[in-house]
């Protein structure tokens, strides 16, 4: 039978809409090691004689028969910062990564599934049945052990986006009735910039309690629109227009080089001279996006060996001679955390800079404390701030 398009439209869009945890789903065994990014996963039952779970698989994933073959599964459910792992046994990065398994460092539970080393929690199971209905096979499993973290929030899909979980706490204006009744500042920061920044703005904000969330541009746009923090320090990219924003810096990219590197003798690097060489990615939205697009705006496809979502891990590859970066944040040292000494130079050629502005919610009236937050920034970040 045909399905009916005009419902299965509107199912696929409702849907999209239903939140859910985002997991690997594992196996290994007789048949071999998979896995498979999946949101189809519940609870069936705490109360049968051992708990179980139900998880669809879509048939056409080559871990979908190694799991009835091997039967035995492991389902990781990933915290909030490990959407690269989803991405990668997503199939998104299937031209990058040889093997989606080397994203991660595994441990394997009693069953011999693989386990990711610090998933938010992953249930260990043995499959009780498997039944396909139309594209996805149905497996109901049976737990037979769990490893638990005991901190973290889950990765949520919802909306064909991912986003993170936020603890009830009142209304979506509670990080300012906060502010407002003495009970401090909660301040959102990029998490490649915040090391560069925050601990001078925190130190000249000591009479004011100040909460920090570090995050990428997703994570500090979602903490904005919920009220978990009142304003954040962000890149102009990609931010929607209920919010407002301050400019405070405009940052020139610039290319990270190994000391001993054959570009490094030069005072300036062109995108062409970029062509044939390896790149470290810092692969942390929208850097990523915005770091590509400026060699491929040259015409120059860059050559994409490693990517990290962490800036001192990409500058800790560089300096071993992985490959070269594009950055625009500029610590102050010029030595990786193991002593190995990088050397930047600028990328000329029509580069389009990059603006670091404070945001918040538009309309909303400010409380006193963001108030001396947004002033002090405009201090900091004036024309005597180094910028990148």
């Known amino acids: 039978m045909q399905p009916d398009q005009a419902i299965r439209s509107k199912f696929l869009e409702g849907m999209s809409h239903a939140a ?25 039952s705490a109360d049968s004689a051992r708990p179980t779970l139900l998880v669809c698989v879509h048939h056409l994933s080559p871990a979908a ?49 693989p386990r990711i080393v610090d998933p938010l929690v992953a249930f260990d199971c043995r499959l009780l049945s498997a039944e396909r209905v139309g594209t996805h096979h149905i497996f109901l499993c049976e737990v037979h052990d769990l490893h638990v973290t005991r901190g973290g929030s889950p990765l949520i899909y919802a909306n064909r986006a991912y986003g993170a979980s936020m603890r009830i706490e009142g209304a979506s204006n509670l990080a300012v009735g906060r502010a407002r009744a003495g009970a401090g500042l909660t301040v959102g920061c990029f998490h490649t910039f915040a090391p560069y920044v925050m601990p001078r703005l925190i130190r000249q904000m000591e009479t004011t309690p100040l909460r920090l969330i570090e995050g990428d541009q997703r994570r ?16 102009d990219i990609d931010i929607e227009p ?139 970040f004036g024309p005597e701030m180094p910028q990148g």
Request: with cysteine; charged share 25%; proline share 6%.
């Open 65 to 113: 028969s190694k799991i009835v073959e091997n039967g035995v599964l492991c389902v990781n459910v990933l915290r909030d910062d490990q959407s690269y792992i989803s991405d990668t046994f997503a199939g998104r990065f299937k031209d990058e990564v040889g093997d989606k398994f080397d994203c991660a460092e595994w441990t394997a539970m009693p069953s011999g599934a």
């Open 20 to 44: 859910c945890t985002v997991n690997i789903v594992t196996t290994d065994g007789p048949a071999g090691r998979a896995g498979v990014t999946v949101s189809a996963m519940a609870s069936v």
């Open 242 to 380: 209920e919010f407002e924003r301050l400019p405070l810096a405009e940052l020139e990219p610039y290319v990270l080089l190994p000391d001993n590197h054959r570009l490094a003798r030069q005072f300036e690097v062109m995108p062409e001279d970029l062509a044939e060489e390896p790149m470290v990615l810092l692969d942390a939205p929208p850097s990523a996006e915005y770091f590509l697009g400026l060699l491929r705006a040259a015409r120059v496809e860059p050559l994409v060996a490693y990517r990290s979502s962490s800036f001192e891990m990409v500058r800790g590859m560089v300096g071993h001679g992985l490959g070269y970066a594009l950055l625009s944040t500029k610590p102050a040292a010029d030595m990786t955390y193991d002593g190995m000494k990088l050397v930047t130079r600028p990328l000329i050629g029509g580069n389009a800079t990059s603006r670091i502005v404070l945001a918040h919610a538009r309309g909303a009236e400010l409380s006193p404390a963001a108030e001396r937050f947004a002033a002090l920034c405009r201090r900091v």
């Open 220 to 235: 500090l746009r979602e903490s904005l629109a919920s009220g978990e923090c009142e304003v954040a320090l962000l890149y």
